[in-house]
């Protein structure tokens, strides 16, 4: 993975990678991690809601708007945080 959190593309398009990234993402920031678009991340986060955590996105709620713990994602793809990653 790439060590910026937005980067520019070849494409033009913004990138975002899990290294570096801050504690909690966006819901648009987790789509382009996970490579889905912005209504699939919103509908994982409603089907992890609707399941009680089984399934879906792992998220957060601050107020009104949903954040997806980064360490969440890590989880997701089988990695475990590690260096300055890890809690104290």
Same mark, same amino acid.
């Given at each position: 993975?790439?060590?910026?959190?937005n980067?520019?593309?070849?494409?033009? @398009?913004?990138?975002v990678?899990? /290294?570096?990234?801050?504690?909690?993402?966006?819901?648009?920031? /987790?789509?382009?991690?996970l490579?889905? &678009?912005?209504n699939?991340?919103?509908?994982?986060?409603?089907?992890? @809601? /609707?399941? &009680?955590?089984?399934?879906?996105?792992?998220?957060?709620?601050?107020?009104? #708007?949903? @954040?997806?713990?980064?360490? /969440?994602?890590? @989880?997701?793809?089988?990695?475990?945080?590690t260096?300055?990653? #890890?809690?104290?």
């Amino acid at each position: 993975m790439q060590d910026c959190v937005n980067g520019s593309s070849s494409n033009g @398009r913004v990138s975002v990678t899990l /290294a570096g990234a801050p504690d909690f993402l966006t819901m648009e920031e /987790a789509a382009q991690i996970l490579r889905v &678009g912005r209504n699939q991340a919103y509908e994982l986060a409603r089907v992890w @809601r /609707a399941t &009680g955590g089984e399934r879906g996105v792992p998220v957060v709620e601050f107020g009104r #708007r949903l @954040r997806v713990p980064k360490a /969440a994602l890590l @989880r997701l793809a089988g990695l475990e945080p590690t260096g300055a990653e #890890r809690e104290p």
